[in-house]
Structures are given as C-alpha cells and as structure tokens.
C-alpha cells in the first residue's frame, strides 16, 4: 500500500523567505509526527498531531515554526523567515494510532536547503 | 525519555549474525524499548520493540537482559541492506508519544 509522501523532495531557498512543506500520511493514520535531520545528527522532534486533538508542539524550536493538519489528514509544516540554521531534512511520520505498541511509518523527507 | 547509549559504528561480514548492543540503565518500568533503522538517503525505519521479554519478527531479534538495564539487537544474517544507522529508542509506556533519536550505530557490512 501507500506510505507516508512528501512533497518537495527537494527545496532551495533563499535566507528570509518562507516555506512550506506537505506530508499526505498513511490512509486511516490518526497520529502525524515532524521531525528533522541536520547533517550527520539524530532526529529532533518537532510537533505531533493525534485526532482532533490540541497538537503538542513542545518541540518548535521557534516561533517562526509552525504546523497544521487539515481534516485529519495532510499536514503542512511552515518555515517563516528562514535561516541558514533551518537547512535540514524534515521528516514526516505517521502511525495508527497514539501510545507505544504503535510503530511510526516515515516519509522519504524534505530536504531544505536555505541559502 | 530515558536515555541509551550505543557504540558509534560496528562492522560485520556479510552472511554473520550481528549484535548491536544497546545501554539504558536509567530505564523505568513502564519504558518500552523500540528499534528504528535508517538506511542512507531515506526515512527510518522501525524494526522491533519490547518490554520485559525477548522478541522475534522477521527482521531482526531482539534480547533483552532481565534486569531491563540493556538490550541487544540481533541481526541473524547481515545483508548489504542491513548497512544502516540504529536506533535504540525507549518510549514511555504513558508518556510522549514522539521519538527521541540519539546518534545510533552506524553499521557496515562487509561484503
């Protein structure tokens, strides 16, 4: 079946300007997570949605970061202003529900390059 | 989330077992231990996960020491796929549902 997409793979942009990055989670997936990967690190949580629930965004590391999920399904991660700092690859995930007996199913990523 | 410990890279020939050790001496009692893998230019993977007993699916075993204080992932036949990086995980049980990803170990099959 279809797993989690993401689109662009790929993303140059110029200091200062905004972003925005889509994942289309696996069909029937309650949960969507964000993260991201800078060169050689480990990945670094973002923000997750569950339901109609408030989303926990206790991992933004600015207010310039922000995330949306429309109906449930596809989500939408924005970059306002971009800095160099931001270039990184943003990683989607999705699982069937919340709680730990759940595996995450995750995107090939978004790599972000800020010039 | 507690934190793990894992040896930065490992090597293995192709076709051996391989054991990936993982350290988690501040683990809690309702922790989960999950193994995720990332092979080069894609997404993690997830690849098994416990609690107390030793587990099997048909990627990978995973043994874990009776006193939860650490576990080792077995690879029974190494593959040229099997060159990944991998996660040793835990996840509270009752806790954030997100993953915290450390560095891993980056392993090399020799073919």
């Known amino acids: 079946g279809a797993g989690v997409s993401q689109s662009p793979s790929n993303k140059v942009t110029e200091k200062g300007k905004d972003v925005e990055l889509r994942c289309d989670p696996i069909s029937g997936h309650t949960a969507l997570y964000w993260y991201r990967q800078s060169l050689g690190q480990g990945l670094e949580f973002l923000i997750y949605?569950?339901?109609?629930?408030?989303?926990?965004k206790s991992g933004l590391p600015s207010d310039r970061f922000s995330a949306e999920r429309t109906g449930g399904s596809v989500s939408t991660l924005t970059i306002q202003r971009t800095q160099q700092e931001d270039s990184a690859v943003y990683l989607c995930?999705?699982?069937?529900?919340?709680?730990?007996?759940?595996?995450?199913?995750f995107g090939p990523g978004t790599r972000l390059t800020v010039t | 989330d507690a934190k793990t410990t894992q040896p930065n890279s490992m090597e293995s020939n192709e076709e051996e077992p391989v054991h990936l050790p993982c350290n988690h001496s501040t683990i809690s009692g309702t922790d989960y231990i999950h193994w995720y893998r990332q092979l080069p230019s894609q997404g993690p993977e997830y690849v098994i996960h416990g609690l107390t007993s030793n587990v099997n699916n048909r990627m990978a075993s995973l043994a874990i020491a009776e006193d939860r204080k650490s576990s080792t992932l077995i690879l029974h036949r190494a593959t040229l796929r099997d060159a990944a990086v991998y996660y040793c995980i835990l996840r509270d049980g009752t806790g954030a549902n997100n993953l915290f990803f450390g560095t891993g170990t980056r392993l090399t099959v020799i073919p």
């Open positions: 995930a999705s699982s069937l529900g919340q709680g730990t007996n759940y595996e995450q199913y």
């Open positions: 949605f569950q339901g109609n629930s408030a989303p926990d």
